[in-house]
């Protein structure tokens, strides 16, 4: 296990203050992407953690769950499923609505992309609130497959997300970097 992968994260990741509304600080995880070294540890770094729990599927949100459950999904050799917004999947679709903290939106995923055998690993950048993940594993139990655990490369503990899955869902919880409400 890499035990410097945080403070490679942490050393990659831009904090932009103030964004999108004064107060948050936005942890920008695109310089990730120009970092092959990082990026290539974290995804190998995802599979050491996550390789036991037996999943057959990797399920993941756009746009920025792919750039990290795409690859894993590769180094897995197990299948990957798109969650996506509303009127970008061809196909029949199950759909989610979730809160937001200023309105709902909406997460769709296509019927058959999932059969009732399938074990579902949920990966995403970061876990922030919990709604994205929530409506995703709502989406999972829609087409009948278990959900064995969740995977991020960031947790943001001072907010109720990471406390949430661990709540209400008592599954494995994997981030490979964490920031309380102090940093």
Known sequence: MNKNIETEIK??????VDFPKKGIIFR??????????VFSNIIDELYERTKDLGYTMIVAPESRGFWFGIPLANKAKVGFVPVRKPKKLPRAVYSE???????????????????????????????????????????????????????????????????S????????VVALADYDNKE
Do not use: R
């Open 97 to 163: 609505e979730f809160s937001l903290e200023y309105g709902k939106d909406c997460l769709q995923m296509h019927i058959d992309a999932l059969k009732p055998t399938d074990k579902v690993l949920i990966v995403d950048d970061l876990i922030a609130t919990g709604g994205t993940i929530g409506a995703i594993y709502n989406l999972v139990k829609q087409a009948k497959a278990t959900v064995v655990g969740f995977a991020f490369v960031v947790s943001l503990s001072g907010l109720p997300g990471l406390k």
């Open 28 to 37: 920008d995880l695109t310089p990730i992407l120009s970092n092959h070294k």
């Open 11 to 16: 050393d990659t990741i831009f904090d932009i």
């Open 165 to 172: 899955l661990n709540d209400n869902y008592h599954l494995p």
